[in-house]
């Protein structure tokens, strides 16, 4: 039986799932519940400084998007940090780590870009018992706008910088949070880094309008017919989620590097994902919060049976495997060709990859053969761009097959080269390398 | 005495009161927004798409489905309506079975097709329920067209002719317009005056007079038509009846499954309406199948369906014969007609003759079944009655007893086409009249204007 309980940099997990800091981890009443249903940790929701708490708005703070069944793809909120008294939330916190010593309690937090707040936070989440601190650089809207959360991720000089007080301040391990609202999220990995955190998180979410009333002509969500940027998150955000992990954990500077990976988990096969490309662990908010806490025990379950199938005995077996294989565009292997297949049992005859060839690509399907309906790929006009699969309602029905070495490539009239070649050789690459002579 | 269902003879108020509301209610319910967001969504969009093929009136399915998807369901009405203005009948009546949703690639894919025909319903229904109407009538041309039936060609025809700008008026021998779809499909198909809502909807682009009680033959002559009109478009649909050829087929309670569907679909109390204790419907079709049925939501004890060739035979689609079944109807194969027994004039029983292929020919094996029925419904096709259409003056040709018209459904006879059940070729399907009385109109006007230049 696979083993998935999970270390963290030092922080212990019965398995690798981690509610994100988000409404579902607001108080001590959802996290009980939380942890009776099987999570393995809890990054609580941000906190903020002493004194008067942030006020949420009074309308809607959700927006999505949704697929034809209702099928939530895609949430944006609008909520800001923690609303609650401080001194509440760190008594919930204690008790619910004194209830729960097995799992993950990590206070997220979120104060001013000043030393002195900082100073003054950190002891009394400490004096929690909390496993450790996630550093909130990513929310994207409202606290943005008073200089903190993303304000403070989209400048790595203020990461280094907040995150060497917290270093200074606390023995709590540090995970710092980043915004995915950037060019390059190596940047502030690597600033992370330098101010010494333990590990970064990531993604927060994503800046966006999910829609827009076209009665009224406000965004959505509409408070009193205007509407401000949400963080996205759920399904859609995950491939940009992955992206930046394996950036993260491929990078010279930042290898090695424990990551938490966010962005759009909603079963095991996305945290598997995830954890293949570098993330020690994951966390999972939007998936909760349309399905409630119960999904866990799918995702527990799944990772597990999938392990056992595969043969890996424990989480270090599978963190960071996909991450050599994630290069740069430029080390592909030119000399790779494949062709689609089209498995003629299989197909329904929707015509999709015609058309889509046809119209939008290169002209490799036909419609017709001999006056009858029939697709087919023609192997000298076939580029193998996978369009056609991927637009083919039937699974497994077109497949991508390479061609063996020393086969003629029909539509280019040459053999399949049996070595790897990339662009940096190629002789229509003006910047090719040439050998030395 | 028995009650009920158990009432011997031909008798009303089988059942109690409420439940005939219940047994005629819709077959199909109308898909909800929701429901049809998530149908709308199974559709692929195929290329070249084989539904729109396998469609007679050639509906652009996907794009219509697509519109449904978006949230457009007039823009999805509309791409309807261009292809068939009676789309919201056929939405109903249509068997989608054997032609769009039979071609569907899910059918092939997992036996579970798009309903095509809820959701051409769901977007009909919405265009029809706000009174939108999607075309206007070109200015007037001064051509006059006489249009015999207001039945779904009929109304196909004087539509795109009204369109067009000519001036049409449509003689209907019925008290009411409609044509089989007010007078002759199962009253579940077509429910809340459908078929009267559908004719005003399509009359409502003006230019086309409905004259009721008028029949070619009786009030007016195809030879005085050719003479006061620019054209003629006949679209009368069958007439005639085929008889048993059974002794005894005379005796009370030996009924046209056709005249009763029509009396049924006329009476406003069902209660009132008698019906057997137990009927035999002797057929294979669909009007079969709609007698049987509509004869056991009545009330009726017990209801067999004897068809005189095998079940691949039967021109009933399968869903019509799964139908019947869920219905409590038995349907018997191998079975003709022979002799009906009566007692005082009235039927009693039927003596059918069990039937085999032999030598590639259908006959009789000389084994004999009697089964007990208080009425018979003779549902073994229609014919097409010419005598009104040759009664005077020079003569149509017909061919294999209906009209015979070319690719345009021009008859052999100048200046007047033809289309629907009454011509050669027609498949007796609401959807194919349509097509041919479009058609037919589409040539009409050509031949006004010299292929389309007025």
């Known amino acids: 039986m696979a083993d998935i309980r999970n270390n963290f940099i030092g922080i212990k997990s019965p398995n690798p799932f981690w509610l994100a800091s988000a409404p579902p981890t607001d108080k001590a009443y959802n996290v009980e519940r939380a942890f009776k249903a099987g999570w393995g940790g809890v990054v609580w929701k941000t906190l903020g400084e002493e004194g008067p708490p942030v006020v949420n708005v009074n309308g809607p703070r959700y927006g999505a998007i949704w697929g034809a069944d209702r099928r939530l793809l895609g949430l944006n909120n609008i909520e800001l940090i923690t609303d609650r008294d401080l001194q509440t939330n760190l008594r919930e916190m204690k008790q619910v780590k004194m209830n729960w010593p097995d799992r993950a309690l990590i206070a997220s937090i979120m104060v001013p870009c000043v030393e002195e707040s900082w100073k003054a936070i950190l002891p009394l989440v400490e004096e929690t018992r909390a496993d450790g601190i996630e550093l909130n650089f990513g929310c994207p809207h409202g606290m943005s706008e008073r200089g903190m959360g993303a304000a403070v991720g989209q400048v790595p000089e203020y990461i280094e910088m907040v995150v060497r007080w917290c270093k200074q301040y606390t023995r709590m391990p540090v995970i710092t949070k980043l915004t995915p609202n950037v060019t390059d999220v190596r940047k502030p990995a690597r600033a992370a880094k330098a101010g010494g955190t333990d590990a970064v998180s990531l993604i927060n979410t994503v800046n966006s309008i999910t829609s827009v009333n076209l009665d009224t002509f406000s965004p959505e969500p509409s408070i009193d017919g205007k509407g401000s940027h949400g963080g996205y998150c759920g399904p859609a955000v995950k491939p940009m989620a992955l992206h930046m992990v394996a950036e993260i954990a491929r990078d010279g500077e930042t290898r090695g590097l424990p990551i938490s990976g966010i962005g759009g988990v909603t079963t095991w096969r996305d945290a598997a994902e995830f954890m293949a490309l570098g993330a020690g662990n994951v966390q999972v908010c939007t998936a909760a919060m349309t399905y409630g806490f119960k999904i866990v025990q799918e995702m527990i379950a799944g990772l597990e049976n999938w392990m056992d199938e595969k043969g890996h005995r424990s989480l270090d077996d599978i963190v960071g495997r996909a991450t050599p294989n994630v290069t740069d565009w430029q080390y592909l292997n030119l000399n790779y060709i494949a062709k689609a297949h089209i498995d003629q049992e299989a197909c329904i005859k929707c015509g999709r990859c015609h058309i889509a060839c046809e119209d939008t690509s290169h002209q490799a399907i036909t419609s017709l053969v001999d006056g009858v309906r029939h697709f087919e790929v023609m192997e000298d006009e076939c580029v193998g761009c996978n369009l056609c699969v991927n637009v083919c309602p039937v699974e497994g029905c077109i497949t991508m097959v390479p061609l063996e070495a020393d086969v003629l490539d029909q539509r280019t009239g040459k053999t399949v080269s049996p070595n790897y070649a990339n662009w940096t050789t190629h002789p229509n690459n003006p910047m090719a390398k040439v050998a030395a002579e | ?454």
């Open chain 2, 1 to 454: 005495m028995a009650t009920g269902h158990f009432k011997d003879g031909i008798a009303g108020n089988r059942l109690a009161p409420e439940t005939y509301a219940d047994n005629f209610s819709d077959l199909h319910p109308p898909l909800d927004h929701h429901e049809a967001l998530v149908e709308a969504d199974r559709c692929y969009f195929c290329y070249d798409a084989p539904c729109m093929t396998a469609c007679p009136t050639s509906i652009d399915i996907p794009m219509f489905i697509r519109q449904i998807a978006t949230g457009n369901p007039l823009g999805s009405a509309k791409t309807i309506f261009d292809q068939n203005i009676l789309g919201g009948m056929c939405a109903r009546v249509c068997p989608t079975e054997t032609l769009c949703e039979e071609a569907c690639v899910r059918e092939a894919a997992e036996g579970k097709p798009v309903q095509i025909g809820r959701l051409q319903r769901y977007s009909t229904d919405v265009a029809m329920e706000e009174e939108k109407q999607f075309y206007k009538r070109a200015a007037s041309t001064g051509k006059r067209v006489a249009v015999i039936g207001a039945g779904p060609a009929g109304l196909a025809a004087a539509h795109r002719l009204a369109r067009y700008g000519h001036d049409v008026t449509v003689f209907e021998a019925k008290p009411k317009s409609g044509g089989l779809n007010e007078y002759g499909i199962a009253a579940y198909k077509s429910t809340d005056d459908f078929a009267q809502a559908e004719v005003d909807y399509v009359t409502a682009i003006g230019g086309i007079d409905i004259r009721n009680d008028m029949a070619l033959g009786r009030d007016i002559q195809l030879s005085d038509l050719v003479q006061s009109y620019d054209a003629v478009f006949l679209g009368m649909g069958l007439g005639g009846i085929n008889a048993l050829k059974a002794d005894g087929e005379d005796a009370k309670g030996v009924e046209n499954a056709v005249e009763f569907i029509s009396v049924l679909r006329q009476t406003g109390d069902l209660a009132k309406l008698p019906i057997g204790r137990r009927v035999v419907v002797i057929g294979g079709g669909m009007t079969a199948i709609d007698a049987g049925v509509q004869s056991k939501l009545l009330g009726a004890e017990d209801v067999t369906i004897c068809y005189r060739r095998g079940k691949e035979d039967m021109n009933a689609s399968g869903f019509e014969q799964d139908l019947a079944a869920a219905n409590g109807v038995t349907i018997r194969h191998w079975l003709q007609p022979k002799r009906v027994i009566s007692h005082n004039g009235k039927v009693t029983a039927i003596e059918l003759e069990y039937t085999a292929m032999k030598d590639g020919k259908l006959s009789g094996t000389g084994e004999l079944l009697t089964l007990p029925a208080d009425q018979v419904f003779k549902a073994i096709g229609q014919t097409f009655v010419s005598s009104a259409l040759n009664g005077s003056g020079a003569s149509i040709e017909l061919e294999n007893g209906r009209i015979k018209v070319d690719a345009e459904g021009h008859t052999s006879m100048a200046k007047v086409w033809a289309g629907g059940d009454c011509i050669r070729g027609g498949e007796d399907l609401t959807v194919t009249s349509v097509a041919q009385g479009r058609d037919a109109a589409e040539s009409i006007h050509r031949a006004f204007t010299s292929n389309g230049r007025a």
